[in-house]
């Protein structure tokens, strides 16, 4: 008899978990059905960044209609209110950050909360927040939770200046420094009551590409030397005039041995 029994083969699987992440999601367009498609074909989740504000009533229908066929492959979260603001005579795309008070922060973040919840219906009940070009404050931190979302998901980079300034913000007990994110992936933000699940790798950085199809396999051994939880960001706009390239890096993703995907809500209650 043996007295070392074999490891079940229902065993999880060792090594990281892999979640992908789309951003700015607003009006329905061929970059994004084709897109949401793709990633449906190789059954691979996605957690869709909605810009409140942006969302059109054709683009909801279209995306609960996915959602309600394909409950395990999608899921929302928050990406802010507008996704842009105005400091000065600058327009900027990010949203949140110290120039703003708790109070208009919070206001713009319940009132985002409030869109999406007419537009997605009580089934979508979201509690997932990503901070537009992942910048905030203190504020903005503490006005998330305090809006109802319980998972946060900005930027955790694995190159040794992004862990060296994370580290030593995290030291310090940062929130940020001004509008630039400390990380706390994969634990609670000692800020508010709010896991952070931050993507490790931009395949593109909203307006090209930036881990092409050929590199994805390094950058993905980098990242998994910093966290076995590998988030990996897009936004579907920057493949409309590249779907082949996209087509590619989805292969590379599905292709992957021992590859496990969660959708960033169901990663957070592993
Ligand atoms: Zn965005």
Redesign the pocket.
Known sequence: MNEHPRVADSEPLEGPRYFVRD??IGSLTPALTNFVETFIERAIPVSY?V?PSQFTDECAQYMLEKARAHPQLIEFGQ??LH?RMVLGRKLL?REFGPERSYDEQFNDICEGKRLLRLKLGADHDIKLF?P??HKFDKHTVEAIAAAGHTLFSAASYPTAHHQTAYALGRALGLSSIRHHGISYHGRMRPDAKLLELSISIAVDD?RKITCSAQVLEAALKRASAHTNKVGLMF?HGVYADAPDELTAIIDRLSNRPHAQFQKLGDLATA
């Open positions: 951003d700015d960044q810009i990406h802010g996704h795309k990503t537009p070009q909203g936004h």
